[in-house]
């Protein structure tokens, strides 16, 4: 099995606290489209014969592209590539992308999944944010969603923002809840370099709540999604059993996938590769032949250390025979310390966080990391 993922890097707004690579100007979208169908097409041999399971728009703002143009990128994936017939297809979308006829274009041309980009349904919180959205939009775009007969859809919303309450982030759940939302990635939000938010904190200008309170919002997020019957089957993900993101579970249990597009990521098995985050060197690279990537060749540690990373998020936890390091060989202090806590499970061959551990999942992955010595 294996997946294919397509970067669309533009945006209408720069959002205050976003890392990811865009741009806000639309100038060269068409000729890096071409290059991206390009790109698509020389490393159409990468996957060998893996049949396609899943095939992810994300960005940037996939949903402002003219829907011809995925379609085009969707009929290069079916024409290159064993594309499984019920693969899920899912497009990021933004609330002010979204009307009946965008929805049914998108559901026409084998769009299975839509992933929402709501963040807050307040009007307050998404000016601060600089989102392109209001609330209106959030709401409608919601409602129009839930209606549309997609095979899954999913909301993205972010806790632990400034003065945040918990009354508040009740609020935003039971919004999304009350449209029997089948799926939520719910996100802390966290200060990133370089970003404008950035810029505030350190200004002074913007002061971010402590741990505890964001904390308290994450104990309440999984209570109501629970209460709900959403499982938490990653630490920010939450899901009604059969609408799981089959694409990210490829990606936390290791399954190859294809990246197109400038930034994208691609990962073999062994190799990591990451293309230049710029699009006019994207664009160049692809039309004279250049390199416009890295790559790095994976040690075994590494790999290891990557899957507990990932595999910890996840309520299914790490199978520690799938492991090339013997991570309780080389670690039994700190899984035994994380266990006494309570934090941890050691058991039937794996190792899986437990609620409380959920709170400090990449600190217990980063004390059990190995390295390549301890082979
Ligand atoms: S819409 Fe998404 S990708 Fe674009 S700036 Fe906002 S958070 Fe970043």
Same mark, same amino acid.
């Given at each position: 099995m294996a997946g294919i993922y397509f970067h669309i890097? /533009?945006? $209408?707004k720069a959002c205050t606290y976003c890392d990811f690579h865009f741009s806000t100007?639309? @100038?060269g979208r068409e000729a890096l489209l071409d290059a991206m169908e390009m790109e698509l097409l020389n490393r159409? $041999? %990468?996957?060998?014969d893996a049949p396609v399971s899943t095939i992810y728009f994300g960005g940037g *703002?996939?949903? #402002?592209? %003219?829907?011809a143009r995925i379609a085009a990128l969707l009929q290069q994936c079916s024409d290159l590539f064993r594309v499984q017939r019920n693969a899920e297809v899912t497009l990021e979308a933004n !609330? &002010? &992308?979204? *009307?009946a006829e965008r929805l049914e274009q998108w559901k026409a041309m084998g769009i299975t999944r839509l992933s929402l980009? *709501?963040?807050? /349904?307040r009007e307050d919180r998404l000016k601060w944010m600089g989102r392109a959205h209001n609330a209106e939009q959030a709401l409608k775009s919601i409602a129009l969603i839930a209606r549309a007969g997609f095979a899954s859809w999913t909301i993205d919303l972010i806790y632990g #923002? !400034?003065?945040?309450t918990l009354p508040e982030w009740d609020e935003q759940l039971t919004i999304a809840l009350d449209h029997g939302m089948p799926h939520l990635s719910a996100y802390c939000l966290t200060v990133e370099p370089k970003t404008a938010l950035a810029h505030q904190v350190n200004k002074s200008i913007v002061s971010m709540p402590g741990d505890a309170d964001q904390s308290a919002q994450f104990d309440r997020l999984m209570e109501r999604m629970e209460v709900a019957g959403l +499982?938490?089957? +990653?630490i920010s993900n939450f899901g009604l !059993?059969?609408?799981?993101s089959r694409h990210n579970s490829s990606y936390w249990e290791g399954v190859p996938y294809l990246g197109i597009g400038p930034s994208a990521h691609s990962f073999d098995g062994s190799q990591r590769r990451w293309n230049v985050a710029n699009n006019a060197r994207y664009v160049q690279g692809v039309a004279e032949g250049a390199r416009f990537w890295d790559e790095e060749l994976l040690t075994p540690a590494q790999r290891t250390n990557e899957r507990l990373l990932t595999g910890l998020r *996840?309520? @299914?936890? =790490?199978? #520690?025979? $799938? #492991? +090339? =390091?013997?991570v309780i060989g080389h670690q039994r202090r700190a899984v035994e310390r994380w266990t006494a806590t309570g934090h941890l499970i050691h058991a039937d061959g794996r190792l899986v966080l437990t609620k409380a551990g959920r709170h400090f999942a990449d600190r217990i992955a980063s004390d059990l990391f190995v390295n390549d010595d301890d082979r």
């Amino acid at each position: 099995m294996a997946g294919i993922y397509f970067h669309i890097p /533009f945006c $209408r707004k720069a959002c205050t606290y976003c890392d990811f690579h865009f741009s806000t100007s639309a @100038k060269g979208r068409e000729a890096l489209l071409d290059a991206m169908e390009m790109e698509l097409l020389n490393r159409s $041999r %990468e996957l060998g014969d893996a049949p396609v399971s899943t095939i992810y728009f994300g960005g940037g *703002t996939p949903s #402002l592209l %003219e829907p011809a143009r995925i379609a085009a990128l969707l009929q290069q994936c079916s024409d290159l590539f064993r594309v499984q017939r019920n693969a899920e297809v899912t497009l990021e979308a933004n !609330p &002010d &992308d979204i *009307t009946a006829e965008r929805l049914e274009q998108w559901k026409a041309m084998g769009i299975t999944r839509l992933s929402l980009g *709501t963040q807050s /349904f307040r009007e307050d919180r998404l000016k601060w944010m600089g989102r392109a959205h209001n609330a209106e939009q959030a709401l409608k775009s919601i409602a129009l969603i839930a209606r549309a007969g997609f095979a899954s859809w999913t909301i993205d919303l972010i806790y632990g #923002l !400034p003065q945040m309450t918990l009354p508040e982030w009740d609020e935003q759940l039971t919004i999304a809840l009350d449209h029997g939302m089948p799926h939520l990635s719910a996100y802390c939000l966290t200060v990133e370099p370089k970003t404008a938010l950035a810029h505030q904190v350190n200004k002074s200008i913007v002061s971010m709540p402590g741990d505890a309170d964001q904390s308290a919002q994450f104990d309440r997020l999984m209570e109501r999604m629970e209460v709900a019957g959403l +499982e938490h089957y +990653e630490i920010s993900n939450f899901g009604l !059993p059969g609408h799981h993101s089959r694409h990210n579970s490829s990606y936390w249990e290791g399954v190859p996938y294809l990246g197109i597009g400038p930034s994208a990521h691609s990962f073999d098995g062994s190799q990591r590769r990451w293309n230049v985050a710029n699009n006019a060197r994207y664009v160049q690279g692809v039309a004279e032949g250049a390199r416009f990537w890295d790559e790095e060749l994976l040690t075994p540690a590494q790999r290891t250390n990557e899957r507990l990373l990932t595999g910890l998020r *996840t309520s @299914k936890g =790490v199978d #520690l025979a $799938r #492991l +090339e =390091v013997d991570v309780i060989g080389h670690q039994r202090r700190a899984v035994e310390r994380w266990t006494a806590t309570g934090h941890l499970i050691h058991a039937d061959g794996r190792l899986v966080l437990t609620k409380a551990g959920r709170h400090f999942a990449d600190r217990i992955a980063s004390d059990l990391f190995v390295n390549d010595d301890d082979r």
